[in-house]
């Protein structure tokens, strides 16, 4: 989704306000713009099309600006396309009221044809635009101030937004509002700023205020004020939050792209995780108010998420019902909402999620709450929506995450819900707290095996370029190897742009077998001792098609007659080898991406945070 930012103070706005976006650029590489005024001059408005960078010329090219407030935005195109003509910001005709939007306008058409037929006219196609002109329209008929302007448009637009506005009458103030879509305000001796998300303003200031929904506010001199939907203000009830990750984790140090730096920075995410919620190795859920008793108590679990998180509970589904006897159900969170089959009761939703934004597993979420279902957040950022709208919450500590293509955050989730099923089974009574003991030593050599892995990329590195030119790609497996097919599948997607599918290995001769045809890579995860001769045949099954078998297995399983190329993972317990697969998966998407000289780090069309159904 876009990012926004705002800035008002004594230092140079125009540079704060370009570095906060080159932090915002995974939430939308469409078109950039900012809007920048040097106490009551007047407004300077700078767009561009494309990536960050062309923006940042442009601003370059008009030489020495002094600039003492200002509002910025990238862009992920939603309505209208990528073109310099929607680019934010907006402005009213007069340019007297300038904006910057997070969001989507869910009524905007008809809010268009209101302000059209009050004789306002438009430049784009955006609902952005619609916006700022409804805001202009309240405040110059009703004449009640910004915030009553401001207010009325909250309760009239439907959606979710995030907005910063800059008035002509209101030199050096930077108004601001939030409906649904994340808001965070920070203060430094300098000057005050807000953003999309803590990495835009975190070089400044690590003490932040999240903005609530309906909320809006002012910054101006180095002060905060908040209102509620009432126009009160509320400034004494906030609480200015400290933020624990530093400035050097939102950096890419001395690699060339995010993504391999996440990829690498997985091990001591999985130690993080580790090290907060096992104590002699146990697992302690006790400092989030998950009882034993309460684990006893359930019946079902439902896992919900979209994308990577939903794969996460792919895996997990698998696990839980090796473990114990408790149901679970994985759902799509865009699908689950519409789903109409009644929740059990003595069950938990589980929500995960990287961003703690997405939309549609908020609204999962709400959906849950609306049943009386208890609900229990993973997710890596930290005030984010959706843990402050769930019961309990469980953080993963993989620090900020800055590529689209989520690889950490996905490790830690997947570790989590590892201590979450041998939780329920300790519980249950399925497993002792001995061999609990067993299953968390096994966990605390994962990252050590990691460390193998990624200290031999080269392994994985030598056959991307076999898969440069290919159109299609099939990941297979069996069971819980099929479960992390899906994720490496959804990562070689997102950045390879090569069609790939992942299967359960037993399907393919029920369709999909017809696309495997010469040269075809088909990568074979096959990590489970009870189904190797399964899994074995399928590989046979393609070959004989003349697949390019890649196998990504265990040295004690013989395949080599069976697949051209194969890759051994470091043994572990067959219930955690998804851990170490993910790795070489990652790893292949990655490579292939960056021979295909694409950006791994924003992948076309996608953002890192979905905040919009
Ligand atoms: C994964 O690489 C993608 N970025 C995407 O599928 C992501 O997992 C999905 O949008 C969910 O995001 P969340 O974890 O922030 O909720």
């Known amino acids: 989704m876009c990012g926004i ?8 706005a125009t540079k704060i306000l370009l570095d906060g976006l080159t932090k915002l650029e995974y939430r939308g590489y469409d078109s950039a713009g900012i809007a920048i005024r040097n106490k009551s001059e007047d407004l300077r408005i700078v767009r561009a099309e494309g990536v960050l960078k062309n923006l940042i010329d442009k601003v370059n090219a008009l030489g020495d600006i002094k600039s003492t407030s200002g509002i910025a935005h990238t862009r992920w195109a939603t309505h209208g396309d990528q073109s310099e003509r929607n680019a934010h910001p907006h402005s009213s005709n007069d340019n007297f009221i300038v904006g910057v939007h ?19 006219t438009f430049y784009s196609n955006t609902d952005t635009e619609v916006l700022i002109k409804l805001v202009d329209y309240y405040y110059k008929k009703y004449k009640g101030g910004p915030i009553d302007a401001i207010n009325k448009v909250m309760v009239r637009a439907r959606g979710s937004f995030a907005i910063a506005l800059m008035f002509k009458d209101f030199p050096d103030e930077i108004w601001f509002a939030k409906k649904g879509s994340p808001l965070i305000v920070g203060k430094s001796d300098t000057g005050c700023f807000l953003a999309s998300d803590i990495p835009a303003i975190l070089k400044h200031t690590n003490k932040v205020y999240y903005v609530e929904d309906f909320q809006s506010g002012c910054m101006k001199n180095n002060s905060i004020i908040f209102y509620d939907l009432n126009g009160d203000d509320v400034t004494s009830s906030m609480e200015l939050k400290t933020i624990d990750w530093q400035l050097s984790d939102t950096e890419k140090g001395n690699y060339p792209f995010y993504m391999i730096k996440e990829i690498e920075e997985q091990p001591k995410a999985v130690w993080a995780c580790l090290n907060v919620y096992t104590k002699n190795d146990l697992v ?9 008793g309460y684990l006893k108590s359930l019946d079902m679990v439902y896992i919900l998420g979209c994308g990577s998180a ?19 159900r994985v759902e799509l969170a865009s699908e689950f909402k519409y789903r109409c089959y009644k929740l059990k009761k003595n069950s938990l939703a589980i929500i995960i999620s990287q961003s703690g934004e997405t939309k549609d597993s908020y609204e999962a979420l709400q959906k849950c709450k609306e049943e009386g279902i208890k609900t229990l957040s993973i997710v890596n950022v930290k005030g984010s929506a959706i843990p402050r709208a769930a019961d309990y919450n469980i953080y993963t500590y993989a620090g900020p995450e800055i590529a689209v293509a989520t690889t950490k955050a996905y490790s830690s989730q997947l570790i989590i819900m590892y201590l979450f099923a041998l939780a329920l089974a300790e519980a249950k009574g399925d497993i002792s707290q001995s061999e609990m003991k067993t299953y968390i030593k096994e966990l605390k050599a994962l990252p050590d095996k990691m460390e193998s892995i990624l200290s031999n990329k080269a392994s994985v590195q030598k056959f991307a370029n076999q898969f440069v030119s290919k159109k299609d790609v099939f990941f297979i497996g069996r069971e819980m190897d099929y479960a992390i097919c899906e994720e490496g599948s959804l990562k070689f997607k997102e950045v390879t742009y090569i069609h790939s599918e992942a299967k359960p290995a037993g399907e393919l001769k029920h369709g999909t077998l017809s696309l495997v045809t010469t040269g075809v890579p088909v990568i074979v995860v096959a990590t489970q001792p009870e ?63 960056i021979a295909k000289g694409i950006n ?13 159904e």
């Open 5 to 12: 930012v705002g800035y008002v103070g004594k230092e140079e």
């Open 284 to 292: 302690d859920f006790d400092s989030i108010g998950i009882t034993k």
């Open 531 to 593: 189904l190797i001769e399964k899994s074995m045949a399928n590989m046979e099954e393609v070959k004989s098609r003349g697949a390019n078998v890649i196998a990504i297995t265990l040295e004690e399983f013989n395949v080599s007659n069976s697949s051209k190329y194969q890759i051994y993972i470091p043994k572990t317990n067959k219930l955690f080898t998804s851990s170490l697969v993910i790795i070489y998966l990652q790893l292949l998407a990655y490579y292939v991406s």
């Open 310 to 328: 939903y794969n996460v509970g792919r895996v997990s589904e698998c696990i839980i019902e090796e473990l114990t006897d408790v149901g679970v």
């Open 102 to 120: 997070n969001g989507i306008i869910e009524n905007f058409q008809e809010l268009k044809e209101k302000l059209l037929h009050n004789g306002y």
């Open 600 to 612: 791994p780090d924003q992948p076309r069309n996608l953002a890192k945070s979905v905040t919009v």
